[in-house]
């Protein structure tokens, strides 16, 4: 067979390979990459790249090792899907770069994250001042979520049937069937306080997939067997 025909053929298999893995993968292999499998994809790319031109190298080698590569991020997710602390390790925590108007300096240099580029993401998101932020952090696949403060969010119909109150991020206080204490702390609640919540539901917090609270009380639920209920 000709070289230009061989290298044809394996290029294709190599396509083809590459096409049903990912599809093993899932959809989030579309969206927003972590760090880890940005690193897998560029390697995988790379050894494709080489077994489709390189005739010397033996098809059945190079297959094993896209699917060797292909395989942790697999392992991966699932492990993190089972575990909250796994999850937490591998993809790492968002960070906290504004609260209350204040820039923490810290969680910059952390980060690696200039001002020039925090400012430049506030305006992405049409925030001009960072004083008028009451919260603002750059989550684990990159982006960064902004929370203004109440007085500059858009007018609702809640804000013409009660008075003005800070607005606070809500806190994930149930992940999994598992109670954060750390997330009710910071929302000025502890646990008696949500299972009181939980029992006026019938509920238990082993039923519930996630649980969102913020400091006024507000409690979002979401249950098992795609079984919503959201209450305030």
């Not at 390189?54 to 080698?61: A, F, K, T």
Request: proline share 3%.
């Amino acid at each position: 067979m000709p070289e230009y025909l061989e290298v044809a053929a394996r290029s294709s298999f190599i396509l083809l390979s590459l096409f049903f893995i990912t599809k093993l993968l899932g959809k989030k292999q579309l969206s927003k990459l972590s760090f880890f499998e940005y690193i897998t994809g560029i390697t995988v790319g790379s050894i494709a790249g080489t077994l489709s031109m390189d005739l010397g190298l033996p098809l059945s080698e190079g297959l094993m090792s896209i699917l060797l590569w292909f395989s942790f991020p697999l392992v991966f997710s699932f492990i993190s899907l089972k575990s909250s602390k796994f999850r937490r390790f591998a993809e790492g925590k968002p960070s906290v770069f504004i609260k209350d108007g204040q820039i923490d300096e810290k969680a910059l240099r952390k980060e690696k994250y200039s001002v020039d580029e925090l400012l430049e993401q506030l305006r992405k998101k049409d925030v001009f001042r960072a004083a008028d932020v009451e919260f603002a952090t750059l989550d684990t696949n990159g982006d960064l979520s902004v929370m203004l403060k109440k007085e500059k969010q858009p007018l609702v119909k809640e804000d013409i049937l009660s008075l003005f109150q800070r607005a606070t991020p809500p806190q994930a206080v149930i992940i999994d069937g598992k109670i954060d204490d750390a997330a009710l702390k910071a929302v000025g609640f502890d646990k008696p306080w949500l299972l009181k919540e939980l029992l006026k539901r019938k509920l238990d917090f082993e039923a519930v997939f996630l649980a969102q609270a913020d400091s006024e009380g507000n409690l979002t639920l979401d249950l098992y067997n795609w079984t919503n209920t959201q209450q305030n």
